[in-house]
Nanobody
Framework: QVQLVESGGGLVQAGGSLRLSCAAS????????MGWFRQYPGKEREFVSS?????????????DYADSVKGRFTISRDNAKNTLYLQMDSLKPEDTAVYYC????????????????WGQGTQVTVSS
């Protein structure tokens, strides 16, 4: 089992920045890819960004971004701290959502249904 705990959400004005963190614990050696997703009220969880988590090949640092956040959000990881980050800059009101981090023991995926573990989520609210 892998446990994930997100933090860093909050209220920010449009154009501002936030950095989300996701602390992983448990069997992190089984994690191969991690991602950030967000969910609007009444909507399904949607892909934001993902990154390779383990290994030393080119695939280990492969990143992917949804078009809506490309150029504004940056995903990164610190394996020594077992922590995933999402730096969010130039925030827009439409970025307001609950943000979740997920982990999977297989390759990259943009599908929430293909992630094995989830955190509890952290609320991000961007005011106009």
């Amino acid at each position: 089992q892998v446990q994930l705990v997100e933090s860093g959400g909050g209220l920010v004005q449009a154009g501002g920045s936030l950095r989300l963190s996701c602390a992983a614990s448990g069997r992190t050696s089984s994690v191969y890819f991690m991602g950030w997703f967000r969910q609007y009220p009444g909507k399904e969880r949607e892909f934001v960004s993902s990154i390779g988590w383990s290994g030393y090949s080119w695939n280990a640092y492969r990143t992917d971004y949804a078009d809506s956040v490309k150029g504004r959000f940056t995903i990164s990881r610190d394996n020594a701290k077992n922590t995933l980050y999402l730096q969010m800059d130039s925030l827009k009101p439409e970025d307001t959502a609950v943000y979740y981090c997920g982990a999977r023991s297989r390759g990259a995926s943009r599908s929430a249904g293909e992630y094995d573990y989830w955190g509890q989520g952290t609320q991000v609210t961007v005011s106009s």
